[in-house]
């Protein structure tokens, strides 16, 4: 099975520069202009699952509550506090999660349109303690 998740947003290059810069993934691929709508699709090559982030005349109002998050796991403690430091110097606020395992747990930021993002060494520590 392969996985996009798609999401409106009236600032598609912010996005993907918050998405590509920031948090290290690749641009895969975009379109313009489609039935009105311009897009691009950020993941990581030769994964079976991508974002999808589009744009249109149609302004979008996004609805989401303080536990709707996306976890990102870095492979190794190391990527997860070089990409720590990455937030930090784009001036990035680290923000507290309504959920206690999360501020134990990683560190959540927000992306340009207000979507709430984890980022945790869980699975890094567990790896390498195994």
């Known amino acids: 099975?392969?996985?996009r998740v798609a999401r409106h947003t009236n600032n598609l290059q912010e996005i993907e520069n918050f998405y590509?810069?920031?948090l290290g993934f690749e641009r895969l691929g975009g379109f313009e202009n489609h039935n009105n709508y311009d897009g691009v699709f950020i993941g990581k090559s030769g994964l079976d699952w991508h974002f999808e982030?589009?744009?249109s005349d149609v302004q979008?109002?996004?609805s989401f509550d303080e536990d709707d998050i996306t976890v990102l796991y870095p492979k190794t403690v190391e990527n997860y506090n070089e990409l720590i430091k990455k937030v930090?110097?784009?001036g990035i606020s680290i923000i507290?999660?309504?959920?206690?395992f999360w501020n134990e747990n990683g560190k959540m930021i927000q992306d340009p349109?207000?979507?709430r993002i984890v980022i945790s060494p869980l699975k890094a520590v567990i790896s390498e303690i195994e």
């Open 1 to 3: 099975m392969f996985l």
């Open 53 to 55: 982030f589009t744009q």
């Open 20 to 22: 590509v810069d920031v």
């Open 88 to 90: 930090i110097h784009y």
């Open 113 to 115: 349109d207000g979507y």
């Open 60 to 62: 979008t109002k996004h």
């Open 96 to 100: 507290e999660s309504t959920n206690p």
